[in-house]
């Protein structure tokens, strides 16, 4: 055994660190001869090794088909539409099609007589039944049966001819804004 310059003592066999002879081996307890920084880099080295960037399909990336972006988007375009829908008890000014009619009936309570309630089920039935297509519901009526148990609600379903400030059919207002 000899010492070294820094005070370490080192054997000549065993002097051999990291295919060094001339480098004496860390004492016990300290860091091994890697620092942080270069586990860091051989870590990011090793990772970037292993990607590329073709984009060839023989990658694993998940990109969902074009109907997938379609159908959403088309869902939130009725969702958010849907309040565009005018629900009126008369006619409509503008010139229509029927696309035809809607009725229901539930159990009376002060919910199936409120108007916003009565508005929001008959745009849902409608937007079920015909879509986009649908631009107003027209001839709102309501009505108790004869034992006051039930409320009977029918109305008429149509687009409009042309253009209009509400419409969601094409040929209306731009889809989306």
Not at 65 to 87: F, N, S, Y
Request: a negative charge.
């Amino acid at each position: 055994m000899r010492a070294s310059p820094s005070g370490v003592e080192r054997s000549e066999e065993a002097s051999c660190y990291f295919g060094r002879a001339s480098q004496t081996r860390p004492p016990p307890g300290a860091a091994s001869g890697f620092s942080v920084w270069q586990a860091a880099i051989a870590l990011i080295l090793t990772i970037a090794c292993g990607c590329s960037t073709d984009n060839s399909a023989d990658h694993f990336s998940y990109v969902p088909p074009q109907t997938e972006q379609e159908k959403e988007i088309k869902a939130t375009d009725v969702a958010l539409d849907r309040d565009r829908i005018m629900v009126q008890s008369g006619n409509l000014a503008l010139p229509y099609q029927q696309l035809g009619p809607l009725a229901y009936t539930e159990p009376f309570s002060p919910r199936a007589i409120d108007e916003d309630h009565i508005d929001d089920r008959l745009r849902t039935m409608a937007i079920a039944k015909w879509g986009n297509d649908v631009d107003a519901i027209v001839g709102v009526k309501t009505a108790l049966s004869r034992d006051a148990r039930e409320v009977n609600v029918s109305a008429e379903v149509v687009k409009v001819t042309g253009d209009c400030s509400f419409c969601r059919h094409a040929g209306g207002y731009a889809q989306g804004k």
